[in-house]
């Protein structure tokens, strides 16, 4: 998990630096193009403990301080559900929910989530006991290949609630009277694409949670 | 092994008790809860999996003349770095990564850097130092002087085409350019390598697992037989995951040297270059017509581009069946390219083949004064062109699309005068276009099981690509072993299993049920035989077997070890006998912004015939996939080249654009009712690629009729739109 | 992504102390930014202080009628503020119409304001990028520039500034609130805050090394009709090819402008102008288009025209 097992090197200090060593590791030519205020030699990386509190299970992990939340979920927590489609914030598929709201996980560092209550794909259902908005969306087919799937899941659920608090939307006509529309729908889960498409089933599958079908 | 060779008469698939019907995907629950493995994901198989990172060309044509790997050896994590100075001898033949200094793509595999952690890899593929020289390339050149006549294309010259052209009192003489584009599916290809003893089991993101078997082997030099290959969920393809790149190759040979699996998954920039696209066209259209309508000529030579040996994009292939007319020049011509290697993607050809040919059909409608729906009607026939009435097609239903679409979608409120219809800041316009995509089929197996509980095992290599495979196979072995679909489990994307049709070029669906209906029915022969029967009078249904008034469960045959019966289809000479496509029409409704020039998608319909609808909720959902790329493609898809570096400049999803919720308004899909006996038992068609195919012609079609600005250079974006507003 | 040290802040003076005793340390908030940039190698900081702690979150009315918007601030929650709703609704639909709902739910304001340059060749450290490296040329120049800045660019650069939240703070004569290391604070009027390229395409803003935003405020309320238009290719989630902030009414005419330009546009003397013509001639005096993006120009006239129409209907 972590290379750097050492106590002495790890820790978070709430002010001044982390006691990490800076191992000698010379600047590439890759970086002559690179921005330029990089002199000096990259420090090795130091592990930082993390708690994360996952689908209501905390964890304490010692990450490299690089370790994104999407990479801690998958590669450390084994909860490969929340997907890497881009890792840029360009697709959407690693949404998840931080307190309940929706982000991507991708362009988030683990070590900037201590303490944080973390729900993936697996936190809102299983096969079995599917969560109204994951049954929606077998019924009404708003997938296809699947891998976008979890991402446009845990967005809906979140989108739904945005909405519910007076989020408005780029097609929201008047701010302070927000009107649920398949138009709204849309608007807001354009944050995550899905390239099979099944966008039209898609907002069929949240109007009908919305409408409150589904069990 | 079964023989497709004649028409396929009644049997056991007509009784649609559970095919034809729309059953969700029994893959559902396990993919809207994350539970569904993708390459990646393995953590079970390859629970110390080491992380590799792959490092790629940043020149387009030239030599690498240095590379110094110490830095990167040294950092922390590192367990080694792999280039061509180290890399294993790999075979020509194949997909051989890091086999010399030569650079002939931009995005070509240069190093591998595995390492102990994503980040540490990651990290360490930045530290290279890699120095290259740098050769001209050809990346940026004239299509039209460049190219020679592209042999495997089939061209046809028939007639007199040019005396026909010359004659006629109506012609279009035109041309249109398609962009390279990207598949850009959800799942970045990648591959977790895990070797036991001599053995190999590649987890990677694939279409075709015996194209991975044999070409995994053929590359590095092992026997094929020690190779499986896992596709189980395989995150979207489109053409892109037929091919091998150097996360398998790397993946692979990394695992075995370092005694530890390694897994792979290429970033999404790398993906733009690196692996397959969808070449550039320039399409030359001449078609000319009596005044009646009926073309007298047709004519559509398609320029293109590849790497020395690949294929380009042969675009003028659907021309050749899908109008009449007596005098036809039909040509592809391909230059040579030393842009990144093209590929298939979604319906190779027809694609874009049809954007330029429909779009055509438009401009000779409005020079003839007639209704395009119309023009296309008069222009139907019901056998090839080129061969005459003794190639007739399957089932064409070609004017019955048009006439339904027509109907359901108001065409008849369609204002022929561009530019008439307004609401509010929108100008509206309505345009069709008639779609085709050939039907090719291909051997198929599966293993088909039934185990003492009652249940059964669908087993077959195949893979389901979003396709909903697992779906209509499990609706297949119900249907002909007259078991409910609750009883059915079914298992795929494994090349342990029997070799299958795998996914591509809309053969799937087709082909893959085909060797399920070929399985049961020889399993249903052991079955009768067991109870007794006659196997060609015996029923099945509701879980047993019946002949006369004498009924037996199906459990009851089994005891205590299950009943298994494998089978494969192969296809006989009916494709050759008779032209088989599936045909839709596409309805558009666009409104183009007055001030700004911006075209969206207002409402979308495709009439589809594909013979039987297998399931018509999973193909309903292939046809939005293929209209919303369709609608892509005419709207924002562009894959931009670079010719002073010789590449994709936009390689990532931010500025590579594909459609996103909002672009997307509720789709309509219609499929006619129909069978075709003579593309497979199943009586169905492929499905998968239709969507595509004419959808993106409709929406520019649209967009003239919306504003009477034609762009004959896709896509058709608001700079192109507002120069034509502004003139 | 290079290695780098971490450590929290827990107030905004000992994180510009922090940043400003090492000279490769970056702040880090919703990270939405640096992150992808990070991932690339273009942004490679040796230190990271994490500010998302620090109580920067609250949206208050300042003594003269006007507000103050933390900088840790997320754009949803400025966007969904009943006030920035009622009367900031310009800088609420701006905010709206960039990224997506989760990028929104992370992207901070003060970071908003630090968004670097979406152009390509920026991203990508294979290639020469002036604003990335400087003196190493531009490869925007006589590459592909469709999406990029017509003014307020150079022979060195031709980077387009991103953001449409700016675009509304510019129209708004927002001031930047900042801390330094030694505890002193300023107040920099937006206008002053992006730059023009000129020859050194790599400094973006007026800050410091070190120095910290704290808040954004905004004067009293403007009144009037706001409307924030985007024009792109697609229809959500992507940079604007040209977009318009407006707030018509009640004796005011203010426009500011997004996609165009290497910061947030704005002309103060073309508002005092009428028609969207003479208004547009003055905003895009000096504009330098390439081949490829000069298209821009009507666009912007069209834009600005239609966004006219949209105020006054």
Known sequence: MDQDSNPKRTGVTRRG????????????????????????????????????????????????????????LRERLGLTGTKKGCDHGQCGACTVHVNGTRINSCLSLAVMHEGDEITTIEGLGLPGNLHPMQA???????????????????????????????VPSNVTEDLENIVFSDEEVRERMSGNICRCAAYPNIVAAIREVHGGGVA | MMKFDTPAGPNPTDKLKVLDKPYDRIDGPLKVSGQAPYAYEYQDAAPNAAYGVVVTSTIGKGRIDTIDTSDAERAPGVLMVMTHLNAPKQNDRGSPQLQGAEIKQYGQAVALVVANTFEQATAAAQMLHIGYSQEKGRFSLDLLKDGELSQRAGNVDMGDFAGAFAGAPAKVDVTYTTPNQSHAMMEPHASTAVWHGDKLTLYLAHQVMHWVTSGVAGTIGIPEANIRAVSAYVGGGFGSKLVIYADAILASLAARKLGRPVKIALTRGQIFNHTTHRAQTMQHLRLAAGRDGKLVAVGHATYTGDQPGGGGEHASGQTKLLYAGKNRLIQTYLAELDLPKAGAMRAPGEAVGLLALENAMDELAEQLDMDPVELRVVNDIQYDPEVGPDRPFSERKLVQCLRTGAERFGWSKRNPKPGQVRDGQWLVGMGVSAGIRGNPVTASGTRVTLRPDGTVLVESAMTDIGTGSYTINAQTAAEMLGVPMAAVEVRLGDSALPRASGSGGSWGANSSTSGTYAACWLLRRMLAEKAGFDPEQAQFADGAIAAGDKRVALKSLVGGSPVTAVDSIEFGDLTKKYAQASFGAHFAEVGVDMHTGEPRVRRLLSVCSIGRVLNPKTARSQCLGGMTMGVGSALMEDLIVDPRFGYFVNHDMAEYQVPVHADIPDLDVVFLEGEDNKSSPMKARGVGELGICGVGAAVTNAIYNACGVRVRDYPATMDKILAGLMT | MRAFTYERADSPQAAAQAVASHPEAKFIAGGTNLLDLMKLEVERPAHLVDVTRLDLKKVERTGDGGLRIGALVTNTAMASHPIVKRHYAVLSRAVMAGASGQLRNKATTGGNLLQRSRCPYFYDTSKPCNKRKPGTGCSAIGGFSRNLAILGISDACIAQHPSDMAVAMRLLDAKVETIMPDGGTRAIPIADFHREWGNTPNVENALRHGEFITAVTLPKPLGGTHVYRKVRDRASYAFATVSVAAVIGDGVQRFAFGGIASKPWRVEAAEKLSGAD?????????????????FKIPLTRRTLAATIEQAQA
């Open chain 1, 136 to 166: 929606a969306f077998v019924k009404h087919d708003g997938f296809q290949c699947g891998y976008c799937t979890p991402g446009q899941i845990c967005s809906s659920v979140a989108m739904l609630k945005e909405f519910d608090q007076g």
């Open chain 1, 17 to 72: 630096l982390l006691a990490g060593s800076a191992a000698t590791v010379a600047l590439a030519n890759a970086h002559a193009l690179a921005d330029p205020a990089t002199p000096s030699p990259a420090p090795a990386p130091a592990t930082v403990p993390v708690s994360l509190n996952v689908n209501g299970t905390k964890h304490s992990l010692k990450l490299d301080p690089r370790v994104t939340l999407l990479d801690a």
């Open chain 3, 278 to 294: 003479a208004i547009a001639k003055a905003v895009l005096a000096g504009a330098r288009p390439t081949a490829q993006n000069r």
